[in-house]
């Protein structure tokens, strides 16, 4: 490094990325008629002196390239060269070439961070839907990015959202009007570019969902304001992210239907005679033929018992309709657990948590 300007006669540096380049620069310094007439007398007479001039001239040429670099705001030259350069029958000089840059040390392995939280409301209206916030950068320096799903294909070029994170203590950390921009907006799952937030490491390490506030968006038809209220999905995360992995990254609700109405993946609820949802295209027969066994409604009744023994009766009353070749897997659960509640106490919330990785894992 040569006042903090790092050169190298290579294309890079090992350790560092080239974040920006600033072109090409060259200075030059040049001595004068006397010393071309000792190096053309007698190169092996050439004196100490006209050594040390040389090194001078070679320093001189590279401090001024130094400073046309810091006054390109560079801090380190790649591709450099130094020429010798016979400018006339009296002048000898020196050019010094190469390219300014700005480079950024590469973080270590170590130090790269990344979190992908799932949104944990959603709009019932043709918004733009928040799906999933994106938390990357290094423990140090992290950017924040939104995922919205557009089902319209309409080009939003921003949109100014509010974003409530949510930690394993239940406690919330708000961050109020953000603009998240795009690349490209008129697709299906548009990704904002990331933005740098105040969030910590400390912070993101206990975080575990979050809710998105779309306030209004912006297209090139004009500003649109989004005044309606978010619909809160009820299920727990893990449930929701199997969903999504199953079902598809919009996705909010467990299909079901009572025969007047049915409510689609995507959360809308749509008259019973509508074959396809209205909101997201997805056809009720195809959402029918693939609607699993209802393990979130079994469990939820499990809950509402004390001991093992009552959920094992809720388990058979539902054993037909769960795959055989989870039956046996579950029933060795309830029998653990039976045996382990005459010397250990309680174990419902034991066994019931083993019974939603079971399904969680097969989804």
């Not at 001078?56 to 020429?83: F, H, P, R, V, W």
């Not at 297209?219 to 929701?240: E, K, W």
């Not at 809308?268 to 393990?295: P, T």
């Not at 419902?348 to 990785?357: A, F, G, R, S, Y």
Request: glycine letters at 4%.
């Amino acid at each position: 490094m040569s006042d903090h300007i790092m050169i190298t006669t290579g294309s890079s540096f090992e350790g560092y990325s080239i974040v920006e380049y600033y072109g090409f620069i060259a200075s030059q310094d040049i001595l004068g008629t006397n010393f071309i007439k000792n190096i053309t007398a007698s190169v092996a007479d050439v004196s100490e002196q006209d050594k040390a001039n040389l090194d001078k001239c070679k320093d001189d040429a590279e401090k001024n390239l130094i400073k046309l670099a810091k006054k390109k705001k560079a801090n380190a030259i790649i591709g450099m060269k130094m020429e010798y350069v016979l400018f006339s029958s009296s002048s000898f000089g020196v050019i010094a070439t190469g390219t300014a840059v700005r480079i950024e040390k590469k973080a270590s392995e170590s130090d790269i961070v990344k979190k992908e939280l799932v949104v944990k409301n959603y709009y019932t209206r043709l918004v733009p839907r928040p799906v999933k916030v994106v938390l990357d950068g290094t423990k140090k320096d992290i950017d924040i990015s939104v995922w919205f799903y557009n089902y319209n294909m309409d080009d939003i070029l921003s949109v100014r959202v509010n974003i409530e994170f949510r930690n394993l203590f239940e406690e919330k950390l708000i961050i109020k009007d953000i603009d998240v921009a795009f690349d490209k907006g008129n697709v299906s799952l548009i990704k904002s570019i990331p933005l740098h937030c105040e969030l910590t490491y400390a912070d993101m390490l206990v975080l575990k969902d979050a809710r998105v506030i779309v306030n209004k968006y912006a297209t090139p038809r004009g500003v649109f304001a989004c005044n309606d209220t978010p619909v809160d999905i009820q299920m727990s995360t893990h449930r929701l992210e199997n969903l999504k992995k199953s079902r598809g990254i919009d996705a909010v609700e467990k299909y079901r239907t009572d025969g007047m109405i049915w409510t689609c993946n995507c959360g809308h609820v749509n008259e019973a005679g509508s074959e396809e949802c209205i909101i997201c295209g997805r056809k009720q027969e195809e959402l029918k033929s693939s609607s699993n066994f209802n393990y979130e409604e079994m469990i939820d009744k499990m809950k509402e018992k004390e001991y093992v023994n009552e959920i094992k009766d809720v388990l058979m009353e539902n054993i037909q309709q769960i795959d055989s070749k989870y039956r046996m897997e579950l029933l060795e659960i309830m029998e653990s657990g039976l045996h382990y509640e005459k010397t250990r106490g309680n174990m419902k919330d034991t066994v019931i948590e083993k019974v939603e990785k079971v399904f969680e894992n097969a989804n």
